[in-house]
């Protein structure tokens, strides 16, 4: 979903900008921030809530984690924790999961009665009712309803994460479990409310820019199109505009991980095994975290894009600081292993808040001139980029053709990840996304997933380059690609 059609990310967003005016002024606060508060909730009338000192609250905690603090006061910070219940926000869901509707007859039959195995149901008044402290949501009972009057209503939050990190207090407030959690952000964008939110770099990255620090904005491929009436061109002069020294595409280093990756994969498939991409850093979360073997077997030493680019600059331009510009929240954790050449993370609401922030319009821009880059890398952030990538560098060198697989989304890459466990995966490369659609659907973009195609589609019409003509011109052939771990 778009940033301006929902009205907990628009909250989100004009807090963001409050909080990049008030960095830049050097006047930011916590008294501040709360001032600015009563302005986006005043009087005594509410807007979403039921009542405007909970909004407050909620909006509180929404600025505490913009300020890249923990959204709730007494929460011990884990840094590597970026997704966050803002535990005031979380009690709009309904609490219980099995519920019995108007639409029960109080029939004669009681199916319902006799498939609960736990004495939970019994008959009210006027249809049955659930004793909750004997119910175990096992949903025998919605099962046998002839009226399909009892309705199991799994939270959004908890139905659509694909590793079941998420609980409930015993206030039925969501709780994230850190060791299952990838960060894929799936639940911040399944949260009707808004409860679950990201921490923020932005500020310790607007300060450094207003001390003019040397710094590089690195930019992700599914940056193009997130805004109208915008070319790549013009973002990156808008970005210059903010006081980056340089800006530079990340599809540079996706240029070089599937020339390489497909020297991994002819290893692979010489051993008889599958290579799985390291692109998508929630994919490689899963695959470590809940596929042990897997990931040491499979997944590709190869390091992501953001980090191949990274470590090219970092050796150009030693002393600048290095930020990262994408539509992911694992890459604000990627940013935090030991093999990192990044020093912060921005998402593209951030950027965009701190473009508003500064009155500055990328449509308005003089063209900066583009990075010599091939059309797939910049589709790396199109749902099968990465493996078509690969497939063109092999073609280029002159190699047989492979069987690829693409798994669109988190519960794909999980169900292809268990296959590839069982040694019941009959392709040679496995390209996992956890976002549907690959990274122009991030959980922090700007733009429909849908006209972000449409539009890099269209200005890449006629660019034909194969990535060896590409390579040509990076000084590539000393850098170390193979940091994420040892084989």
């Known amino acids: 979903m778009g940033l301006f059609k929902h009205d907990a990310r628009i909250l989100k967003f004009d807090i963001l900008i409050e909080v990049v005016k008030q960095t830049f002024a050097g006047t930011l606060t916590d008294e ?29 905690q929404r600025a505490r984690l913009s300020m890249g603090k923990m959204a709730n006061d007494e929460t011990e910070h884990h840094p590597k924790q970026i997704v966050q219940v803002i535990n005031a926000a979380c009690d709009g869901c309904t609490i219980r999961k099995i519920q019995v509707t108007d639409n029960c ?71 994230i479990d850190e060791d299952k959690c990838i960060n894929c952000g799936r639940c911040q964008a399944a949260c009707p409310f808004g409860a679950i939110e990201d921490i923020s770099w932005i500020v310790p990255v607007c300060e450094l820019l207003k001390m003019k620090t040397k710094m590089i904005a690195m930019i992700a491929p599914s940056i193009q199109g997130q805004f109208a009436n915008t070319s790549i061109g013009q973002i990156k002069e808008a970005i210059k505009t903010l006081g980056f020294d340089k800006v530079v595409e990340v599809a540079i280093g996706a240029d070089m991980v599937a020339y390489y990756e497909q020297e991994e994969l002819r290893k692979h498939i010489d051993e008889g095994k599958t290579l799985t991409t390291s692109c998508c850093p929630a994919f490689v ?42 539509p992911c929240l694992a890459k604000k954790q990627e940013a935090m292993e030991e093999f990192t050449s990044v020093d912060y993370v921005l998402t593209f609401e951030e950027l965009a808040a701190m473009l508003i922030a500064q009155k500055i319009h990328p449509s308005e821009m003089k063209a900066d001139e583009e990075d010599y880059v091939s059309n797939y890398a910049r589709n790396f952030a199109q749902g099968g980029g990465v493996s078509k990538a690969v497939s063109q560098a092999n073609n280029e060198k002159g190699e047989d053709k492979f069987t690829a697989y693409y798994a669109d989304g988190a519960l794909d890459c999980k169900k292809q990840l268990t296959l590839l466990k069982f040694q019941k995966f009959p392709y040679q490369i496995l390209e996992g996304m956890c976002c549907d659609g690959g990274c122009i659907n991030g959980p922090c973009t ?13 200005e890449n019409m006629g660019r034909d380059i194969k990535i060896n003509e590409i390579l040509k011109h990076y000084e590539v052939e000393d850098q170390n690609l193979h940091l994420h771990r040892d084989k």
């Open 285 to 326: 979360n899963m695959a470590k975290i809940h596929f042990p073997s897997v990931y040491e077997d499979n997944v590709s030493t190869m390091v992501s894009p953001m980090m191949a680019t990274a470590a090219l600059l970092k050796k150009q331009y030693p002393d600048y600081g290095i930020v990262f510009i994408g």
């Open 446 to 458: 700007v733009e429909d997933a849908a006209v972000v195609r449409a539009r890099m589609n269209k």
């Open 105 to 175: 007859r109080k029939c004669m039959a009681k199916n319902c009665m006799a498939a609960c195995n736990f004495g939970a149901i019994s008959m009210g008044e006027n249809r049955a009712t659930i004793d909750y402290d004997k119910c175990r949501e096992c949903g025998a009972c919605a099962r046998s309803c002839p009226y399909n009057a009892i309705v199991i209503t799994e939270r959004p939050c908890k139905a659509s994460c694909p590793v079941d990190a998420i609980g409930y207090d015993e206030d039925g407030i969501a709780v």
């Open 32 to 60: 501040a921030m709360q001032r600015f508060i009563m302005l986006l909730a005043p009087g005594n009338k509410t807007q979403f809530r039921c009542c405007v000192y909970k909004e407050r609250e909620i909006l509180r």
